[in-house]
């Protein structure tokens, strides 16, 4: 077509770093925008209307919807996972009677395990205070990362946290709410969430 429209995606915006679908991994991206322009002998002449934006992987040049920025990367689930874990621990642990040496062992060896290495009883005693803090939320850490999980993932953090409140025998009235609640912060139903709850105390008790 030697006179007409063209879309032109020339002009980078932002940089930053994705999950590319097809490297399979973290990447850097060019969030680009786009805008159309009259063209005569497939010479751009004119610019019009700008058309929109979209993410392009630096290395494999896929193009994606900006959307994919929503997804987190392989760093950003290294930190969510274990602050989560460090919300629910804490919203588990926090109120009622303080707790017992063991329930505390547990949530620390469980936070470790999450990736935070250097979680211990000092870190612990930090996150029961803000727990106890007016207006704290601690909601936001464990529904972003559920955003994050599959519904397979999402039953085994449930269980890692009851397994805490279970490390020194049956949970009380205060942490069973607690674990309900987290369920509700993981997107789960009452009656799933019942019986993960359920099967983790079973197990416990064999």
């Known amino acids: ?9 020339f002009r ?19 969030r680009r925008s786009g805008r159309r322009w009259f063209q005569v002998l497939l010479v751009p002449l004119v610019p019009l209307s ?11 040049r896929t193009a994606y919807r900006v959307e994919v920025l929503r997804l987190p990367t392989a760093a950003q689930m290294l930190i969510a996972l ?3 874990l460090r919300a629910a621990a804490a919203a588990l ?11 505390r062992q547990r949530a620390i060896e469980t ?3 999450a990736g935070a290495a250097e979680y211990d009883d000092a870190a612990l005693d930090a996150d029961l205070a803000r727990a106890a803090e007016p207006g704290q939320d601690s909601a936001r850490q464990v529904s972003s990362l559920a955003l994050q999980l599959e519904d ?11 397994r805490i409140g279970l490390a020194d025998g049956p949970l009380s009235g205060q942490q069973r709410q607690a674990a ?15 019986g993960v709850i359920s099967m983790t105390e079973e197990a416990a008790a064999a």
């Open 1 to 9: 077509m030697l006179i007409g429209l063209r879309v032109y995606y």
């Open 12 to 30: 980078a915006i932002a940089r930053g770093m994705f999950h590319c679908y097809r490297c399979g991994c973290d990447r850097p991206y060019l």
């Open 50 to 60: 700008r058309t929109g934006e979209h993410i392009l992987c630096s290395i494999c």
């Open 82 to 84: 274990p602050a989560a």
């Open 93 to 103: 642990l926090s109120g009622g009677d303080p707790p017992a040496v063991t329930v």
């Open 111 to 113: 936070i470790r395990r």
């Open 152 to 162: 397979e993932a999402r039953e085994w953090f449930l269980a890692d946290v009851v």
């Open 180 to 194: 309900t609640a987290v369920a509700a912060q993981l997107g789960m139903s009452a009656a799933r969430a019942h």
